[in-house]
């Protein structure tokens, strides 16, 4: 059965520096998501993406961070200037349409010193 | 507004009890669906109901969806020690980006 893929597993970083966390979504979907997971606390939404473009952000979605597909299979998610808050699990996820299910990943353990 | 608030926050039943977890939302949704994890793992998805369904099925797992009181509930039957995990439902309002929206999650422990 198809699965999002997610590397690194775990990013260790220090405070300031950027990161690319990226993704290998499901080969026939055409939304993307980034969300996240503070140790101890819920899911949050971060960024969706459909048709190489924004859909919808949320507000902790602001300048430090981007997304892109550069190519047919991958999707990332840069942080330019990581802060000690930025520690979260992220996970991607994708769907064929927008009524559909979301599939996660298996998260990316993101831990900034 | 919060959006999918689970409850209890925890609960814990012998293995062959069957697990009840409620979920209550504020807003209009176009479906909700409800995800297992593993503790630090990743978000297994269970199952999704629309928002003109009332009830769905998976194999031990039934799910009730009341949108005139903004209420969702998930029964396990029949529970195991491996459904062990933290259970969160997680709300699509259909906007234009259709987010999930999570709940705090039901953490629950079935002991063997």
């Known amino acids: 059965e198809p699965e999002v893929t997610q590397t690194p597993s775990h990013q260790v970083t220090q405070m300031g520096q950027e990161v690319i966390l990226r993704c290998v979504p499901i080969?026939?979907?055409?939304?993307f998501y980034w969300y996240r997971q503070i140790l101890g606390q819920k899911v949050e939404f971060l960024v969706s993406f459909y048709n190489n473009e924004i859909s919808e952000k949320s507000e902790i979605f602001d300048d430090q961070f981007s997304v892109e597909r550069p190519d047919g299979s991958n999707f990332t998610l840069k942080i330019r200037s990581t802060k000690l808050e930025d520690s979260a699990m992220y996970f991607c996820?994708?769907?064929?349409?927008?009524?559909?299910?979301?599939?996660f990943g298996p998260g990316t353990r993101l831990t900034v010193l | 507004s919060q959006q999918g608030e689970e409850d209890p926050q925890a609960l814990s039943i012998q293995e062959g009890e069957n697990a009840t977890m409620n979920c209550s939302y504020k807003?209009?949704?176009?479906?909700l669906q409800w995800y297992r994890q593993n503790s630090g793992r990743g978000l297994v998805h269970l199952i999704l109901i629309r928002s003109n369904e009332r009830e769905k099925h998976s194999g031990r797992l039934r799910v009730t969806l009341d949108t005139s009181k903004k209420s969702s509930s998930l029964l396990i039957t029949a529970s195991r020690a491996a459904d062990t995990a933290s259970y969160f439902c997680a709300t699509d309002a259909g906007t234009s980006g259709s987010r999930l929206t999570f709940g705090e999650g039901t953490q629950l422990t079935v002991n063997p």
């Open positions: 080969s026939n979907h055409l939304y």
């Open positions: 807003t209009s949704i176009n479906n």
């Open positions: 996820a994708s769907r064929t349409s927008w009524t559909d299910t979301q599939y």
